[in-house]
């Protein structure tokens, strides 16, 4: 594996590369902000000899041009594709975000690969963030290794790390989270500080020294050798145990010796079918250095123990009408398969699709159906057309590679498909499928915006409509109740990079406005109201007069409109007209204009006349009738609640309810989840809730989620509903 001799291909093995699905290795880059996630992809670049030592590809360009928002932002905000070639294997690197905000970049990248690399920073351990992707890749049994980084940071600690690694994600288990190898540290400088210089193989007792720029392989003075024994035999075991061959277990427990080779395969079977999970040591080469410490071992690492794509299966296809296909994995003879990972916006070659092929072959300018279906609720339409694509390319930085066709298991971008959005399914045009989509979080923090100027609200919804293409965790709202537009998004560096994507990409200024819940009216008691429509102004006049009746309802009863008139006083034609001017005025408000709820409005008098009454004058004189039975009576303010669901760790329990019970929020109930987790239920007020993301986040440290729903309008108290009055009136 990492111990293997290696040579970089050259330009005959780049053309060599991903012509067969078992010569790719799909890998995505998983850990928290600051982990040091780009600089290890850069570092493998530069190793694998993709890019020159200034970080530079052969063509222009730096493997970690970051867009102008990422350089603001200081921090990488989507999925990057770095692909890198290592022994005639092509190896696509997704590179994905550490800020929570961005989750759904990584569930993309996941969806994208076949193994997870985990970056740990050895100066600051493993987050609760680290651990629930951990646990959503072992639900999936995908494939995992651990990369420790920063080892060069004062208080860097290997062996600890690997300690903190084992706890976190070993679970049960902590055989299975192993070291394969061991720093070497030269001599202290005058900070005290011993820098890692080189790495010791715990199978093959092999010493690599990165001390000179490159790698150089030694025999190991004989008096390290007694130091590293315990941790060998602790890998020897955890490999024969987690790789269940028998055989070699019976000859260890007989003490018989076990060849490397032997141990190195059983290794490599166990990381593929995950359930094994390694830890490594990397580091950026020093100046002037051609190699990075420890990334030669951990291309061997990926080339050597990661599934190929035909070994990690195929996501659920159907047809368009639901009806499961079952196809060969990763065939590229087999009908065509394609997932739209991240699409994305340039100004010059328009938009672009990163696809994931997971069977067939894709050609430049083909023709392919493109289906998008089930996130009608986040602003997407389902759609099903046909459109030819543009070219078909490998980005590496800002550049793009032209390729003729892309196989099965392997990722490209691709040019011109006007209604192709991230996670729409590509396929044949006489064979049209759909891939099962992957889970995306809820967006629920509400950025309400509105046009700066007119020349920016001509060009809004098309900016809008082009951001939620690109984002499915976004989710546009036009709220026809308090008719707002509103952004959902999962946090606030993700809507700061919405409303810079809004600036910079589609030139469309927004302004951000205050975000109202939709609010309602009801009365508090029984009242009456009289209607009066009488003008005279030549020729036919209006007249139109009724009496009602208002009375109180149960929540959810809605507006109920009764007739008692008895007599004829208001002729039976003109009933459906008191009716519509009352409906009409409810959709209103009569207080604070908000719409009228749970009322039953009985019609029990009125008058007519024979030439100037009409449906227009009782419709009218219907209206003012609820304004005058409003204007005497109570009006009390609904409010929406919602059922609050969070799912948190148990330390952390005791302040999130407190939490809920400080938003005016009743606690319903606790269960207990696996994990360490406990599932929080309760109903709290809408109004109460606008920046719990935000604020839960902080509160749990990033372990925490929470789903709601609404379920009902219900009073709002006295003193909350004045001070929204209030806010109205300043409004």
Same mark, same amino acid.
């Given at each position: ?60 360009? #730096? ?9 603001? $932002?200081?921090?990488?905000? $989507? ?69 420790? #980084? %920063? ?5 860097a600690d290997f062996t600890e790390m690997t300690r903190v690694c084992a706890e976190a994600f070993g679970g049960d288990d902590p055989d299975a989270v192993l070291p394969l190898y061991l720093p070497l540290h030269g001599p202290e400088g005058p900070d005290g500080h011993a820098p890692v210089t080189g790495l010791i193989g715990l199978l093959t007792q092999k010493l690599f020294d990165y001390s000179s720029g490159e790698r150089e392989e030694h025999e190991p003075d004989p008096d390290r050798l007694p130091l590293i024994e315990e941790a060998r035999a602790r890998l020897i075991e955890g490999i024969i145990a987690e790789s269940e061959d028998e055989t070699l277990m019976d000859r260890y427990l007989g003490g018989e010796p076990c060849d490397v080779e032997t141990l190195i395969e059983d290794l490599e079977k166990a990381v593929a079918r995950g ?67 991240? #699409?994305?916006? *340039? ?32 602003? %997407? ?42 996670? *729409? ?45 690109? *984002? ?63 003008? $005279? ?60 709820? *749970? ?9 007519? %006349? &024979? ?61 207990? &989840? ?38 009902? %309008? ?18």
């Open positions: 594996m990492g111990d293997k001799a290696h040579t970089h291909p050259g330009a005959a093995g780049r053309a060599r590369a991903a012509d067969r699905p078992t010569s790719v290795r799909n890998v995505v880059l998983v850990g928290p902000s600051g982990s040091g996630k780009t600089t290890l992809v850069e570092a493998l670049a530069l190793t694998a000899g993709a890019v020159n030592r200034a970080g530079r590809v052969e063509d222009g360009g #730096t493997v970690s041009d970051y867009d102008a928002i990422e350089h603001r $932002q200081q921090r990488s905000v $989507q999925l990057s594709l770095v692909p890198v070639e290592w022994d005639g294997i092509k190896i696509n690197l997704l590179d994905t975000p550490g800020y929570a905000d961005f989750v759904g970049e990584l569930r993309a990248g996941l969806r994208a690969a076949d193994a997870a690399l985990f970056v740990v920073s050895a100066s600051d351990g493993v987050d609760g963030s680290t651990r629930m992707v951990w646990d959503e890749c072992a639900a999936v049994g995908m494939p995992r290794a651990i990369v420790v #980084t %920063h080892l060069e940071a004062a208080r359930a094994f999970f390694p830890v490594l040591a990397a580091a950026p080469a020093a100046e002037g250095a051609r190699r990075g410490l420890g990334t030669v071992e951990l291309l061997g690492l990926i080339t050597g123990g990661f599934p190929t794509p035909p070994e990690h299966g195929t996501p659920r296809v159907t047809s368009i009408d639901g009806t499961p296909r079952e196809l060969d994995p990763c065939d590229p003879d087999a009908p065509l398969v394609a997932e739209v990972v991240k #699409t994305s916006s *340039d100004p010059y070659v328009g938009r672009i699709s990163l696809v994931r092929l997971f069977s067939g072959t894709l050609r430049a300018d083909q023709t392919v159906h493109v289906s998008g279906h089930g996130l009608a609720d986040r602003g %997407h339409e389902d759609h099903d057309v046909d459109e030819r694509i543009g070219a078909l390319s490998t980005p590496f930085g800002k550049q793009q590679r032209p390729v003729s066709h892309v196989i099965a298991g392997d990722l490209a971008c691709v040019a011109k498909l006007g209604r192709a959005e991230t996670g *729409d399914t590509l396929s044949a045009k006489d064979d049209p499928l759909l891939m099962e989509p992957w889970e995306m979080p809820d967006p629920l923090l509400p950025l309400a915006i509105r046009a700066h100027s007119k020349p920016d609200e001509d060009k809004l919804s098309q900016g809008l409509a082009r951001l939620v293409a690109e *984002d499915p965790t976004m989710r546009l709202e036009h709220n026809q109740d308090t008719h707002q537009v509103v952004l959902w998004c999962l946090g606030e560096a993700h809507a700061d990079v919405a409303l810079e994507r809004l600036r910079s990409r589609y030139g469309v200024q927004v302004d951000v406005v205050a975000h109202r819940v939709p609010l309602r009216e009801t009365f508090g008691g029984r009242a009456s109201g009289r209607g009066r429509h009488v003008k $005279q102004s030549g020729g036919h006049g209006q007249f139109a007069i009724c009496e009602i009746d208002v009375e109180p309802l149960p929540g959810g009863s809605g507006i109920e409109f009764v007739d008692r008139v008895v007599g004829g006083a208001v002729p039976r034609q003109f009933i459906p007209s008191v009716e519509k001017g009352v409906r009409a005025q409810a959709a209103k408000g009569v207080a604070a204009g908000h719409p009228l709820i *749970d009322v039953r409005v009985t019609l029990r008098d009125g008058k007519a %006349h &024979s030439v100037d009454s009409s449906d227009a004058a009782f419709q009218t004189a219907g209206a003012l009738a609820l304004r005058e039975a409003a204007a005497d009576a109570r009006i009390n303010l609904l409010e929406p609640v919602a059922a609050v669901s969070v799912l948190v760790g148990d330390d952390y329990v005791g302040p999130v309810m407190s939490d809920l019970s400080g938003r005016r929020g009743r606690v319903l109930g606790t269960e207990q &989840s696996a994990g360490g987790r406990t599932l929080v239920r309760a109903e709290v007020p809408e109004i109460e809730i606008g920046r719990y993301s935000v604020d839960l986040r902080a509160l749990s440290h990033g372990t925490a989620r929470f789903s709601r729903r609404y379920v009902r %309008h219900e009073p709002m108290p006295t003193q909350v509903a004045e001070r929204v009055r209030e806010e109205a009136v300043g409004s």
